[in-house]
């Protein structure tokens, strides 16, 4: 029963990061010639949602703080202010 409720649940803005992450980096270990144009018409979505996922992955993995927004769009913002302030710093 479990399992199924699983299926049911909606995946939160992180499970959906980390999976479209996986899903193309399986993909590039399969094909080297592989892109993110390839995997945004894989997976029937845009180019800057797959880019989006990717860079959110990305961050969740070195900034712990990106996993604990509400939603994608305060992560987003908060990397973009981060890089921002890590180029000044330059």
Not at 57 to 77: G, I, Y
Request: proline fraction near 4%.
């Amino acid at each position: 029963m479990s399992d199924l409720l699983q299926q049911l649940k909606k995946p939160t803005w992180q499970e959906r990061a980390v999976s479209v992450s996986k899903y193309h980096a399986g993909r590039c270990r399969e094909d080297p010639d592989h892109t993110i144009a390839l995997t945004a018409k894989e997976l029937n979505c845009s180019l800057g949602h797959v880019s989006e996922n990717l860079t959110l992955a990305s961050w969740m993995k070195t900034h712990p703080r990106v996993e604990k927004f509400k939603n994608p769009t305060q992560a987003l913002d908060y990397i973009k202010d981060k890089k921002k302030e890590l180029k000044q710093n330059v």
